[in-house]
């Protein structure tokens, strides 16, 4: 099975009180659970994890916080939206879910420790803070709710068997997508336990995202996913943009040509005008506006202009589509 895995470096100092370890949180992990057909056609499932190395550490609650929202996006050669399944819900479904619609299982999901509800000791514990919105509908999801369990509750231990993960880690989310999508984003809160009951809250925000995105092609906004070379990195809000190895069939040679998106085969003033109306940064949404570098940097501004004045004119003859 091809597992896609990102390691967040963030490593906690090993606190030791007598004999007893408090442990340590490496961060955040992401893994390809699985290829599925649903009803609503092929999907693959993927599923992030907080990762412990002490059995007795517990994962107490994740989210946003009122400084910062969570933000996830599904990103690839087709992102397309998360996976919702009908009869699904913002928790993990349960067995009888499951039973009277087998794709309720690869719905797309928050939780603490558990991917049926079925696995909670009597019952799921996750709880979810008021307000927080129906997860997911879409390919873009923000909010500052806050998913939490209480500390005894066994699921959130990092080597609760009832999952049937031996890893030390604690499931928070199933994000399901297209078979040419897989999922990126970042959490700002999360708070863990150690086992001499020290609460911990690591810096955030912590990020999840594929190390090798799938597919290969070059999706409208004009950065280039491929499937070999180095490996392939993405955030935003200025942080970090997509890093891949130039591939042949994706260079633009016309990357000013903005609207109508992707282009028309000629630089004017409607490109121009939808440089100024996209001014600034984009927070969650990279814009077609951003061309400046070629594949973005997810700030619009004085660049992104001088890329479309010096490329004025009628586009070259062997521009894709043009």
């Avoid at 390809?32 to 693959?44: C, E, I, N, Q, R």
Wanted: with cysteine; hydrophobic share 40%.
């Amino acid at each position: 099975m091809n597992r896609h895995i990102l390691l967040g470096v963030l490593a906690l100092g090993v606190l030791a009180v007598g004999r007893e370890a408090c442990g340590v949180f490496p961060g955040l992990q992401m893994v390809m659970h699985a290829d599925v057909v649903t009803a609503a056609g092929p999907k693959k499932v993927y599923r992030i994890y907080a990762v412990f190395t002490d059995g007795a550490d517990r994962l107490t609650a994740w989210g946003g916080s009122p400084q910062q929202a969570i933000n996830l996006h599904t990103v690839g050669c087709v992102p397309g939206s998360f996976y919702q399944a009908p009869g699904g819900s913002n928790r993990a479904p349960s067995a009888r879910d499951i039973a009277f619609n087998p794709d309720v299982q690869w719905d797309t999901f928050a939780t603490i420790g558990v991917n049926v509800a079925d696995q909670g000791d009597p019952f799921d514990q996750t709880m979810l803070s008021p307000g927080f919105p129906t997860f997911i509908n879409g390919g873009t999801y923000s909010t500052t709710g806050v998913v939490f369990a209480f500390a005894a509750s066994p699921q959130a231990r990092a080597d609760f068997a009832g999952d049937g993960d031996p890893a030390l880690r604690v499931l928070m989310m199933q994000l399901t997508v297209g078979p040419d999508a897989a999922p990126d984003g970042f959490i700002t809160t999360l708070t863990w336990v150690s086992p001499n009951g020290t609460n911990n809250n690591p810096m955030g925000p912590h990020y999840f995202a594929p190390i090798e995105p799938p597919g290969q092609c070059c999706v409208p906004e004009g950065y280039c996913i491929t499937t070999s070379g180095p490996a392939c990195s993405f955030t935003w809000n200025g942080l970090f943009s997509y890093q891949c190895p130039p591939c042949d069939v994706c260079e633009l040679t016309c990357v000013p040509d903005i609207v109508p998106h992707p282009g028309n085969g000629v630089v004017d003033v409607a490109d121009l005008l939808a440089v100024i109306n996209a001014w600034g940064t984009q927070l969650t949404l990279k814009v077609p506006a951003d061309v400046s570098p070629p594949h973005g940097n997810w700030v619009v501004n004085v660049d992104d202009l001088l890329v479309v004045i010096n490329g004025w004119g009628p586009c070259p003859r062997d521009k894709p589509g043009g």
